[in-house]
Structure formats: C-alpha cells, structure tokens
C-alpha cells in the first residue's frame, strides 16, 4: 500500500524559505511521477510541481519558477521541496501525491495522482 507523509511546514516571514518533506512507503522511484500541490482556503488545490521516474526532470508551476526547487533523496524514500522567496500568497496546506498509473502525463495534474498525503500548513505571514 501506498502512504505518504509530509512534513516541514510551519510559519515564515516574507522572505523566507521552508523545506517540505514527503516520505513515501518505497522507494520513490517506483512511482510514476511525485508531485507537490497546495491549497489555499477558499481555493481549488492545484499543483506546484512533480519529479518524474523516467528521466527525472522536474516540473514547475509558473508560481514556483526561480523560487521552488524539487528534489529527490533515494536513501531516504523522499521527494523534498525547497521553497524560497516566500509570499503571503504561497499559504497553503501543501500536499504530495504519487502517480502509479501514469496518468499524470509526468506533469502536476489534480486529476493524474491516486495516492496523497495528508498535507502540511504553510503559512507566510510577518
């Protein structure tokens, strides 16, 4: 069975930066694609961005350009992610997804992902 469990979210000033972590069940390597979503209250939840297992190159969401950096750690079964440059408006519950049907198309699509963690606050306030 497939779990994820994020972790790293919190409270940061403008500015800042914050790590998110997802822990998978497995190896991340086994799945598709991994990707980061958020939602903010009020708001549909939409991606942020996804590493994919077929060559690895990561994909970002216009509002993680130059700010977002998505990586994976194999030693330790997780797909992290970096998020510099923080904004009010990146506060969010960020969540991390598998793809083991490969219908995500190797980009971070809601539709495309069948297994999510429970999700992480991140909240970007002064």
């Known amino acids: 069975q497939v779990q994820l469990v994020e972790s790293g979210g919190g409270l940061v000033q403008p500015g800042g930066s914050l790590r998110l972590s997802c822990a998978a069940s497995?190896?991340?390597?086994?799945?598709?694609?991994i990707g980061w979503f958020r939602q903010a209250p009020g708001k549909e939840r939409e991606g942020v961005s996804c590493?994919?297992?077929?060559?690895?190159?990561?994909y970002y969401a216009d509002s993680a350009k130059g700010r977002f950096t998505i990586f994976r750690d194999n030693a330790n079964n997780t797909v992290n992610l970096q998020m510099n440059q923080l904004k009010p408006e990146d506060t969010a519950v960020y969540y991390c997804?598998?793809?083991?049907?490969?219908?995500?198309?190797?980009?971070?699509?809601?539709?495309?992902?069948?297994?999510w963690g429970q999700g992480t606050q991140v909240t970007v306030s002064s």
């Open positions: 997804a598998a793809d083991t049907n490969r219908r995500s198309s190797y980009l971070p699509r809601v539709d495309g992902y069948d297994y």
């Open positions: 497995k190896s991340t390597l086994d799945y598709y694609a």
């Open positions: 590493l994919n297992s077929r060559d690895g190159r990561p």
